[in-house]
């Protein structure tokens, strides 16, 4: 903490602490010392991360973590959070799939795709949700925005240089502006992107005597994004204010794909290259309406909140195969259109009593429709297969929560309820192909036991449920060779997990264990057609898995240096009779994040991060290992400039095996991570102080895609 006194005179110290010992009771309204001690300045430094019982809260905009030019991009550089390999899937260590909020609002990976990192201010990881959030989803990830407390208007604009394998540009506008009791914000951004992937995959079907294997050595995309969002937010007073908001990414990518393939079935032996040629148009919207009042008569707040989002996507391929070095052929033409549009809205209620007890209750509904129109034409055979599946989805839910303290000791009963209504058909049938209508009760509870003033225990036990996102339930298939197909599963059921964890926490360190059981977890299998000869790679649900996880949550601050330390030991079983059972072993994952404080403003972050070799009953992962480096400094206090090396040893590379209904799989992913940007932002404006004393608001549709 640094403390300033403005003082003119150095003798008026020796004269104050004179006075201190010979006339400390006489003291009169016109001392002049009085006077000159009228201004006290103290500035404190914001910490970049916060462990409170190993959920990790990150500063954003204070951080060289600001100039990272995507949200998606941005979140991988966090603890315990791991992104996949096409970054449509966001995981938690120890937890799953997460659920996602923005502000009061559930949301999902198109609106982190629509998300300026410049308009995040924070970033909460919270491991043990309480019932205000959906049932679905054992973690949260609380991304909270911007809101101004100076009046005025500021814009910045950044340019982001991203170095991969190709040149990546983005470029963007913010711009906020703020009078008394309204703000108005805007964003614009402009990505024109190169990504690359390449991967590989050997199997073996023994039953059918088939050897095969293929490498997508090259896929190239050339990608145009569109990403736009604006908000107006009106506090009407202290305790209530309203707001809309609307964000939105447009994006088109043709791609081409080039596989070699080989192939031996018996004595027959094919070596196959396909070429596909594929476009794809995404477009995005989201758009919220929020209204939090303070209703007196009962002293109770109330928020209440209405979303509606919009996905549409429409992919088109033509596929063309060259079989042992003669002609390429026309394979398969297909063109698959799928859109989902999702309307919520919810109420939460909350009254605090004169005991500190706090009652939250509330409900939400939940109403989604999608639609898959499906055509292929075969070559080979000259048939066209077409058909539309249309996809109906209602959730209504209600929950209470009942949180104080007795004793000292804290506690948190919570309950919700959900019930959900599901049907799918094709167009031309008589009855529902899916039909599901069934009430799930979700009860969680915590314990929080102070030791003293530095050391707490907490318990705590929940029940959570996570369904599959819209898109998976969807009908659809991807053509990868004439052997190899990706595939949708309209059948996908919902997991269900049970856990129970304890934590103990000494100042900003924790060490937590967690026992889990999920029911119907998904995960990638095989099925082959004989027939055909055709293999399917599609999602279904397994038998069961279960773990421990015991994790370490360590910051540190030293001089200049700032350190945040996780460290997670992880002894994770999957189960499932179609696939071949190994040995389940322990495994870690680490990551840290340092950041150095240099002189004339400079700040140095490192980070690193990995898994060590994973082996979960199924699955058999290898290990792999990122390490991110940057330099920020800010000139003239409205220009910044970033420098990003990220996955300097290029080392990201996932491998996966596993054995299921008798076929064996091994795959090899490489991303294209290794990178080095150049960003830079320049800000303008007029901020003064605000007249309006603004209150914080609480710091308290991951399908939709």
Known sequence: MKISLRIQNAKIIICLINSGFCYGQNTTANDSISNKLSEVVVTKEKKIFTNKNGNIKVDIANSILNATPNTIDLLSKLPNITISADKENITVIGKGNPLIYIDNQKVGMNDLNALSVDDIKTIEIINNPSSKYEAEGRAVILITRKFS??????????????????FNNYLGINSSFKKNKFEWKANLNYNKLSPWESHRIDYQIPDAGIISNYDVATANTKRKQFI?????????????YFSISMNSKLQSEPFDINTTTYNKNGDVENNVVTYSDNKSQKNFINSFVNYSKKIKSIDTQLFTGLQYSNFDQDSKSLAQNNFNDTQFELAQNSDQKFNVAVFSGRADLEKKFKNEMKLEYGGLYLSAKAKTDFEILNYETNNTIS??????????????????????IGYSI??????????GEFKNDKAPLISKNYTDFFPKAQLDIPIDSTKSITVNYSKSISRPNYSSTSQGATYINPYYLYSRN???????????????????KSVKITYYRNTDPVYSSFTFDNQNTILTFKEINFEKETGFNLEFTLPFTYKIWTSTNSLNCILNKIEDDSAEFITSKPYLYYYSSNEFKLPKGYSFVLTA??????????????AWFVMNLGISKSFFTNWNCTLSHNDVFRSTIYKESFTINNISSTARYLVDAHEFSIALKYSFGKIKPSEFKEKNIDDNLNRVK
């Open 490 to 508: 309209i059948y996908l059921n919902p997991t269900i997990n049970n856990q129970i964890s304890s934590s103990f926490q000494y100042h900003d």
């Open 228 to 240: 736009f969002g604006g908000g107006l937010f009106y506090k009407i007073n202290e305790e209530d």
């Open 149 to 166: 407390k100076k009046e005025g208007s500021k814009t910045t604009l950044s340019e982001v240089a991203s170095f991969k394998k190709e």
């Open 609 to 622: 991060y990995g898994l060590t070799d994973q082996k979960e009953g199924v699955f058999e992962r290898k």
């Open 414 to 423: 919570g309950l919700r309820v959900e019930n959900t209504n599901i049907n």
């Open 387 to 408: 058909s539309i599946y249309n996809f109906k989805e209602k959730n209504s839910a209600g929950y209470a929560q009942l949180s104080g303290s007795l004793k000292k």
